[in-house]
């Protein structure tokens, strides 16, 4: 449906980015695989899911805390949808503490300890 749409040259980088996942099969638009899209786009689907998963301002759902929703990327980044190594890079830098403590309310911020979260240097989850 999106590829009807008549969009200016500077369309979003979003359309081509994550699509629904349909089976095992993670399916993104004009034929795509994952290793088509560039790291800038990946890095932006990690940030894109975040702020969803965290914002308040979205009339049809409850915006999750920091825990639930590293959790919720935590999962996807274990089913491949999202790139595991720069969503280790996205805990490890700071930057979801950063958007957290500019962005969110003090009550959604629930988790300092990322570990859990992160993959060692063998690949293994900490």
Not at 22 to 34: D, E, I, N
Not at 62 to 82: G, Q, Y
Not at 97 to 103: E, Y
């Amino acid at each position: 449906m999106l590829s009807r749409i008549r969009a200016p040259a500077t369309k979003c980088c979003f359309q081509r980015v994550l699509m629904p996942i349909c089976g095992s099969k993670v399916r993104y638009p004009r034929g795509l695989t994952a290793a088509e899209l560039s790291i800038p786009t990946r890095m932006m689907a990690i940030a894109d899911i975040f702020e969803a998963l965290t914002a308040a301002d979205r009339p049809y759902k409850p915006a999750k805390t920091l825990s639930e929703s590293i959790a919720i990327l935590h999962r996807m980044k274990r089913k491949r949808p999202i790139d595991a190594d720069l969503f280790d890079l996205f805990l490890r830098s700071g930057v979801h503490l950063r958007f957290a403590h500019r962005f969110l309310s003090p009550e959604q911020i629930d988790i300092t300890d990322i570990t859990p979260y992160l993959d060692d240097l063998n690949g293994r989850a900490g």
